[in-house]
């Protein structure tokens, strides 16, 4: 036996020692997975937490009398407008580039930008108004990149008789110019004579939207909005408002519809248009205030979404007007500071002084639309009267605010979920009580697998067939349907009465698997009953067309993939987990607990319901959650079922949209670390926390379960 | 008799529940029957029937439904099929019952598939031939249109495969290429880079020269020929003949001549590529997409599962631990899978995913190689969803064996190792299996994770071919559920693409049934070993 030598049992030994090791890691490996999955999955939810920085950094030289100043797309330096006239690029590394404004008389008197930064309108020396098309190129010279600004001039006008420059808009084909005068404001665009909008005191602030076709004007008392349409080019007035405090700084939100207004108080007020009272006329509408310490000195409005930058004599901080979040101050914001805004991709936030330096913040903000607040309390959007819970999450134009009420996902997923264990949960355990204590044997080794191959069915097939056949066939026979749910039951219980008078001598000789035939026998006649009088029904109750009447009477639309729809499918694809589960839980009571409560004179009904479903009952409740937990988290059937329009409505005959569904439609669309997909992130995390509560509820639940019958069996 | 009485009697009840169960096995024998149904009626050669209406229209095509006619009390109206795409503009036409004058069933009335514009139903004039044209009430008609079909097939076939060759000869230029592109972007110096493309384009026309010049003689042949056909409304039309597919004129057909098209029908639809943005043609490429996705999580799934269930039943001690793993099974059994989808996406693509292209595949960036969904990210989220069914199996597999076959070979001497691997999990293989297969029937139907990391509704080429390194887990690929979801909701022609959804529908449905139903057999031998393992 040279087999066993000592070198090859210790061998053997070690081999056996280090599989032992491997093993247990690789048991281990499923908690670990479990664990990992939900810390990622948060970790990847944690930056919506944080409400972002503002870190200092390397500030530029501006050169004398500085006027404004503006950023390139990559932030590699600033371009800044001298009262000499001229662009000075400074290139943080030092190497600049000047490019004069030809034509404007130096020195300049004043300047202003407007909010895409693209027109530049000044006025020079001998009081002429002139205005700029402005570009930064990048541009390569012998292997360095470099910043050129260029300047290209898009109208001159005599500017005699005008206050000062309030804003610049429109494009470049027609720019737009407004100025304050005595009365109120003037004005100007292309080669039309200025004209001039009374307003009682000279407009204080102004903006122009980037269409050039709405001007806001606020003056010391009130706020008005003009339209500037038509060839005539006649200022119309849409709305005004008066005002508690005269405004000291106005900025139009990207996407022109919220103008903000600063006061001496410290408030910013964000006034949107909204449809007034009586039909066709339209009013002003302090959607927001914004408080703060010490008065409102100057606003910038980001050039990417919601934020602006709210400026005051002791510092500046950043603010959001969907999540009305007021936070974020720029560290050592100089107090001399003349002009402030953000960079073209709001990545960064620049300050020009007095003292010629420009100052520059690095922003990192990346989710300032979602808070605690926008994801769960209702928001008052722009174009919204009142704040509603809405889940839209993208639009069709850059300036789109994000919609992100989780509010309207989450009960449109609880909505589908218990309209599913509506349908399900009587039926799966009706049937796991009647396989288990009535059904001849013969009938188990049927079932069983039948539904077993039910749970198998995937879930896709049963959602196709719901949408594209149930759907329509429902649509069209809802009253029936509806009525044979409810007549079913009670054509089984008439059967079942009228069996009971039935000869003894009959009932004597019925064997389960007779009682079986009588019960099809009772649901096909009942079937039949209803299906002959359906049309009946719908025709006297409902006028022949149940979506009509629904619409009539109830004001209800009728959608064709709606609740019921959804009960109907994911009620199929629950049945078999209630039903495996709560069979287990009934084949678990010991059968000598059966036995006795017959051995003592109960009927088998009488067993089951004192015996048999109290001791199961604590694994009929892990089993319905078990299968509410399948439901919530079911997606291919909500998905091609529901029609998938979020909206927040509890009637059956509507749609809706999951938390699932939501995460399959738009995760793949979501650019990765952006709001959408971080917000998606927590739904899918969302559901993982409702789902793992549920679950180990429910395995505590059999656990014990099984413990105490345990000891009875033995 | 009181109420009283006949409730604690319970008929009523028991009969209730009897109810609740034969409503749950009449709901999915309904939804197989239907299935069934439709998907192997659709591809019978059905008849075609000209119809006269009171107006005088003419229409042939199939039948493909009724209705009660609105508009009629008692009436009914049928839905036509009367494809001619490309002239009518829509493929289904209404007819109400009461405007019919007339009805028949011509037996020179053909239909079509095409490559393009669905089917075409019409009675052919003449097949034109490039010198030669064969009339439609010649004798010979129906074979030489046979044949010319055929003909057009084989040089499509071969087309196919020089443009497959075509395309490995690029494969090095487009690397280069990608890399080339993505220095460019980032500014890097390319005069090495650019002679290399330069002189490997070279080489690529040298040899692609041969393979165009037979290409264009192909694409020549296969301009020739045309079968002037007419509408039912007498309009002429010269359908070229490689753009016919498969003609049939079923209204003149024997049962086994049209038993040879069912079967040929089927043939094309499991074995052929998709036609028409998925509605028509085949779905290969879906089953090869799940067969080859599910045949990685499986690699992925079983050892990992069954590691974990020998953990639990042979190696740990029933403690707070083992109590942990059991509760994570469980939870990984029980979280939606849409969960597992976007961890997927979240974890494997975006991070692992990116971490891997940036540091191996830097030069070709931003254009992502790992970074984006693909097949092994798609089976490697399925196979964390899957491991709870393959442990609970082999767990079963594994408590079948009798303790005393374990107890017999530790006392002869044997490690547990030893004992492990040469008679406990030789006993408990069927357990095994039984998850494998579950696994790959619950892998096989899961959609909602795919969407998220890597299923697409048409992958330009397979996961798997004759390129290195051959298996490509960083490709896309195509699934059965999703092409149901696909050509079911998003397709441009959801009422035509119908029936062929409900033929994936079965396919899907078989694939899932066998499984199980090979998983249930294999449980059931192992329940009863394991009755005798516990006497």
Redesign the interface.
């Known amino acids: 036996m040279g087999n066993f030598t000592p070198s090859r049992l210790r061998r053997v030994r070690l081999v056996d020692r280090l599989v032992a090791g491997g093993i247990t890691a690789g048991g281990s490996l499923v908690l670990l997975a479990v664990a990992f999955l939900m810390v990622f999955l948060f970790a990847q939810t944690l930056p919506l937490l944080g409400g972002g920085t503002a870190r200092p950094q390397s500030s530029a030289t501006a050169p004398d009398a500085p006027l404004l100043a503006f950023e390139d797309d990559f932030r590699e330096g600033v371009i800044v407008l001298g009262a000499d006239g001229v662009l000075h690029s400074a290139r943080l590394d030092g190497a600049g580039r000047t490019v004069p404004l030809e034509g404007a008389r130096p020195p300049l008197r004043e300047a202003v930008l407007d909010a895409a930064g693209r027109l530049l309108a000044i006025r020079d020396a001998a009081d002429e108004v002139q205005v700029w098309a402005v570009r930064v190129k990048v541009g390569w010279e012998s292997g360095e990149r470099r910043l050129e600004p260029t300047a290209r001039p898009l109208l001159r006008r005599v500017g005699a008789g005008l206050g000062r420059l309030l804003a610049a808009g429109g494009d470049v084909d027609a720019p737009v110019v407004v100025a304050a005068t005595a009365s109120g404001a003037a004005v100007l665009r292309g080669s039309a004579d200025a004209v001039e909008i009374r307003l009682g005191t000279p407009a204080a602030v102004a903006a122009i939207s980037r269409d050039g076709r709405e001007l806001w004007l606020g003056a010391a008392r009130d706020l008005s909005v003009f339209r500037l349409d038509g060839e005539a080019f006649s200022p119309a007035l849409v709305a005004a408002v008066p005002l508690r405090r005269p405004p000291t700084a106005g900025a139009l939100l990207l996407g022109d519809t919220t103008m903000l207004l600063g006061d001496a108080g410290g408030e910013v007020t964000a006034w949107q248009v909204v449809a007034g009272a009586v039909a066709g006329t339209r009013m002003l509408d302090a959607a927001a205030v914004f408080t703060g310490n010490g008065p409102v000195v100057a606003l910038a409005p980001s050039p990417r979404d919601k934020t602006f930058l709210v400026r005051r004599p002791g510092g500046a901080e950043l603010a959001h007007l969907t999540s009305r979040r007021v936070g974020l101050e720029l560290p050592s914001f100089p107090a001399d500071a003349v002009q402030a805004g953000f960079s073209p991709r709001r990545d960064g936030v620049f300050a020009l002084t007095a003292a010629r330096v420009v100052h520059r913040w690095r922003l990192e903000v990346p989710h300032p639309e979602a808070t605690a607040g926008t994801l769960f309390l209702p928001v008052r959007y722009e174009g919204f009267t009142e704040p509603e819970f809405v889940w839209q999450s993208t639009g069709g134009s850059g300036s789109f605010e994000p919609k992100l009420s989780l509010v309207p996902l989450v009960v449109g997923t609880f909505k589908g979920a218990l309209y599913a264990l509506l349908f399900s949960a009587p039926c799966a355990l009706a049937a796991a009580l009647y396989l288990s204590q009535f059904a001849p044997s013969r009938l188990r080794t049927v079932a069983k697998p039948a539904i077993e191959l039910m749970a198998a069915l995937p879930s896709v097939v049963v959602g196709f067939l719901a949408a594209l056949l149930l759907a329509p066939v429902l649509e069209r026979h809802v009253v029936g349907v509806l009525t044979a749910f409810v007549v079913l039951p009670l054509g089984v219980i008439a059967a079942a009465a009228a069996w009971e008078q039935a000869p003894l001598a009959w009932r004597r000789r019925l064997r389960p698997r007779g009682e079986l035939l009588l019960v099809v026998g009772a649901l096909a006649a009942t079937l039949a009953t209803v299906a002959a009088v359906a049309p009946t029904v719908e025709r006297v109750l409902f006028a022949g067309d149940f979506s009509a009447w629904l619409l009539a009477s109830a004001g209800v639309t009728y959608d064709q993939r709606n609740a019921v729809v959804v009960g109907f499918a994911l009620g199929f694809a629950v049945i078999p987990i209630i039903f495996t589960l709560a069979e287990d839980a009934f084949s678990n009571v010991p059968p000598s607990l059966v036995s006795a409560s017959l051995a003592l004179g109960a009927t088998r009904w009488q067993a089951a319901r004192t015996v048999a479903i109290p001791a199961a009952s604590p694994g009929l409740f892990a089993a319905v959650m078990t299968g509410l937990g399948r439901a919530v988290g079911e997606t291919m059937i909500v998905l091609m079922a529901t029609g998938n329009t979020p909206i927040l409505s509890l009637s059956p005959f509507d749609g809706m949209r999951t938390m699932a569904a939501s995460i399959a439609v738009e995760l793949p669309e979501a650019a990765f670390g952006d709001t959408l997909y971080r917000v998606l992130i927590l739904t899918a995390l969302m559901l993982f926390a409702m789902t793992f509560v549920i679950n180990t509820a429910a395995v505590l639940i059999s656990t014990r379960l099984r413990k105490r019958f345990g000891r009875l069996a033995a | 008799?009181s109420v009283r009485r006949?409730l604690?009697?319970?008929?009523?009840?028991?009969?209730?529940?009897?109810?609740?169960?034969?409503?749950?096995?009449a709901?999915?024998v309904g939804?197989v029957t239907?299935?069934v149904r439709v998907a192997a009626g659709f591809f019978w050669p059905h008849p075609l029937v000209e119809l006269v209406l009171a107006d005088g229209t003419r229409l042939l095509g199939e039948e493909s439904g009724r209705d009660v006619d609105p508009a009629v009390a008692g009436a009914t109206r049928v839905r036509i099929k009367v494809g001619n795409r490309e002239l009518s503009g829509a493929d289904f036409v209404w007819v109400r019952e009461v405007e019919v004058k007339e009805r028949s069933e011509p037996r020179d009335a053909w239909l079509l598939e095409r490559r393009e514009y669905g089917t075409f139903y019409g009675t052919p004039r003449r097949l034109e031939g490039p010198r030669s044209a064969v009339d439609a009430t010649a004798p010979g008609f129906a074979a030489a249109l046979a044949k010319a079909i055929d003909e057009a097939a084989g040089r499509f076939d071969e087309e196919r495969a020089l443009l497959a060759r075509a395309d490995r000869l690029h494969a090095p230029v487009a690397r280069l290429q990608a890399r080339f592109n993505a220095a460019t972007v980032a500014g890097r110096d390319t005069t090495a880079l650019k002679a290399e493309l330069d002189a490997a384009r070279a080489r690529e026309q040298e040899a692609l020269a041969p393979l165009l010049e037979r290409l264009a003689g192909l694409r020549a042949a296969l301009a020739e020929g045309a079968l002037v056909i007419a509408t039912a409304g007498g309009e002429e039309k010269a359908i070229p003949v490689s753009g016919i597919v498969r003609a049939v004129a079923p209204n003149g057909l024997s049962t086994p001549a049209k038993l040879a098209v069912y079967l040929a029908r089927w043939w094309e639809f499991l074995a052929g590529a998709p036609r028409e943005s998925n509605t028509e043609g085949g779905i290969f490429p879906a089953i090869f997409g799940t067969a080859l996705m599910v045949l990685l999580m499986t690699v992925a799934v079983v050892?990992?599962g069954v590691?974990?269930a020998?953990?639990?039943n042979?190696?740990?001690r029933d403690n707070a631990?083992t109590a942990?793993?059991?509760?994570?099974?469980?939870?990984?059994?029980?979280?939606?899978?849409?969960?597992?989808?976007?961890?997927g996406?979240?974890?494997f693509v975006?991070t692992v995913g990116?971490g891997i292209d940036r540091l191996f595949f830097a030069d070709t960036l931003p254009t992502p190689t790992f970074g984006t969904?693909g097949i092994l990210w798609a089976s490697l989220t399925l196979a964390?969803l899957t491991?709870p069914v393959v442990?609970v199996a082999t767990e079963e597999g594994l408590q079948s064996v009798p303790q005393a076959v374990r107890d017999g070979a530790r006392a002869l001497g044997a490690?547990?190792?030893?004992t492990?691997r040469r008679v406990v999990l030789p006993y408990a293989a069927p357990g095994i299996l039984t998850g494998a297969i579950l696994a790959v029937?619950?892998g096989?139907?899961?959609?909602?994770p795919l969407?998220?990391t890597g299923v697409v509704k048409l992958a330009p080429s397979l996961a798997l071919d004759g390129t290195a390194p051959f298996l490509h887990l960083d490709r896309k690929f195509m699934h059965l559920?999703?092409h149901?979801?696909d050509v079911?909701?998003q397709s441009p022609n959801?009422e035509a693409a119908?029936p062929m959804?409900y033929a994936t529908?079965l396919v899907?449905?078989v694939l899932?049934?066998l499984l199980?139903?090979t998983a249930?057999v294999l449980r059931t031998r192992l329940r009863r070993r394991l009755k005798r393992a516990v006497v």
Do not use: C, D, H
Not at chain 2, 8 to 23: D, I
Not at chain 2, 415 to 418: E, H
């Open positions: 008799m006949f604690a009697v319970g008929t009523a009840q028991r009969w209730l529940t009897a109810a609740a169960l034969l409503l749950a096995l709901m999915i939804l239907v299935v050892p990992l590691v974990t020998v953990y639990l042979e190696y740990a631990f942990a793993v059991r509760l994570a099974l469980a939870n990984l059994a029980g979280v939606p899978s849409i969960v597992f989808g976007a961890f996406l979240a974890f975006y990116g969904g964390l491991v442990v490690t547990r190792w030893q492990l029937a619950r096989a139907g899961e959609v909602a969407m998220l559920g999703f149901i979801y079911g909701f959801v119908k959804v529908v899907l449905l899932v049934v199980n139903v249930i």
